[in-house]
DNA sequence: TATGAATGAGTCTTCATTCAT
DNA sequence: GATGAATGAAGACTCATTCAT
């Protein structure tokens, strides 16, 4: 999987196996021997590259934050490529919530940080970026209202499966920006 | 902490040691030691009451559950008492977000059904239970909205450690409501 | 299963299900629970009547004990009643060894007297009380080799779960007799 | 006990303090305290080794199995060296039995498939070597009765802990050879 | 007399971490 | 630098036995 002689390649197979266990699980259940079987790597390894388990697990949520933040940046992206509107924030919105998998994987991280201090700048940062992005269009009290919706309808569809219909999305956006 | 001879109230205070470490942890991280300290009994007693630590767990999360539905069905009440509106609605959630113990407590159990399948249909049953109960007054279409909004409020109170505004909840549920 | 205020029925209930246990595992790991459930009285009655654990055990393997000296009794009832001959002989060794449930359940206290020197007692009255039944018609020497010989039938017949042929068995026993 | 840093070694004394106990006790009933304490590892070393106690029980099979294997060669080359007739069948087997060690040990997993259906195999197979090996000289069926004797006796050695004379036993199976 | 509550010892197993090689 | 051997602590669970009732 990794070559050898490549010790920050290795490094980071370790630290992307614990990710996609972590948003697997859903839980941050790591263990050094999960982690080396799901890299490819030896055991030695995970403790060679990562002082404790807890740093590499630290190390997991780190990137994970970063991929989120990618997403949060990606879809605001959208929105503003296509025009702000509510219908196009509901379009991105339902778009990103009808991919579960994804969803899925972002909702270990954020739900994580609800129940685990540590992680909860994690959650916050999703909020306040997402607050920050939505304030130059619609002020500061819309805007979090409008990140209030979001992570409900985030929630939400990672309760049920599925996210609320578009048109619905629609029509409770529409309503918190009036 | 629980007389000897008292079976009922001993298997009581495991299970309520054991719905506290839930709220408390915020996870569903059990162990008998743990819970066996808690409750201040043997070991020996927790493995006597529950024949795995699945069925303690089990038991648990349904007191857990029968709370979160006390705890709506309290609410919803508050609101039919004082005249449903959007007033009346940001008052009673900003009253409930409030309590951030209150809120804490709740949480646990409704985002652990986010990662772990088994206690969805908790999560579920509060969703539902929401929706239910407000749909005689504003449709089912805004019933959804509205426990969307109120869920993603829920996440929000919880992640900031307070609620937003109640003035800025108003405005949201109005807007929701038109 | 017992009727109350029986106490030697109870204590006779508990000592035949662990019997039962014991034949049925083919191992003497009983627990004071398992004999419970088996005998269909509550947990503190096996402890009520016996000190301990291998108290009870004793009395059951005593029982098997008086269960195989009839057994050899009734088999050497039906030798003498149809007249000692080989072909006799070995009509009733291999009604008995045909009959696999008989045959598994002696095994378990005869195999145990190979490996646990309190059991050997046992297992050494079956082979001597066969002896002796025997040297009457064909002297001490001769009855041993039978003796030997139906052993091992009997271990054969245990391992392959159905005995040697009828005629097999009458050419060796006639063999023997010679 | 065994040197530090010498897997193999240490894999290899692990199981043969399995076997020893198996042997010793009779029983399978191994624990992996008592193999720790017999091999002199610590605790750990036996878990590590061994995925679980059954697959260690499993090595400790096979380990005696092999052994047993080999003794039957060893004693039919015997036979074979020394020109196959009762006397020389009756003289081997008397030396082998005359060995209460050896027997015991042996007879520890040959008794042990009479109540364990897993172990059944390793019994079946040391009959059914003997009758292959003796049906070149006496044909089938005289084979079959003789190893059900070689059994009995067998038996009653390692229950009488010593064999029966030795011109008992060529008297027998003279008889039987006839 | 009879029983179920009670508990600590002991079982298998997993694993973070250390360290010899 | 890298790795697998090594180990003891901790986890879930079972149970003989004791004892209050």
Redesign the interface.
Known sequence: MTTRRDPEARRQAIVEAAAALITDA??IDLTHRRVAERAGVPLGATTYYFASLDELSAAAIELLGGQMDAELEELTDLVIERGFSAAVLADVLHEYLSNHEQVSAD??LY?A????PQL?AY??RW?DGLVARLEGYVGA?KA??L??????????A???EEP?PRA?LE??IA????
Do not use: C, P
Not at 113 to 116: E, L, P, Y
């Open positions: 859903g839980v909702s270990a739900f940080g609800a129940t685990n909860r959650s916050l909020f009290e979090r209202a990140a209030v919706f979001v992570d409900g309808a985030f929630v939400h990672m309760l049920h609320l619905e029509a409770a309503g918190l920006l009036r």
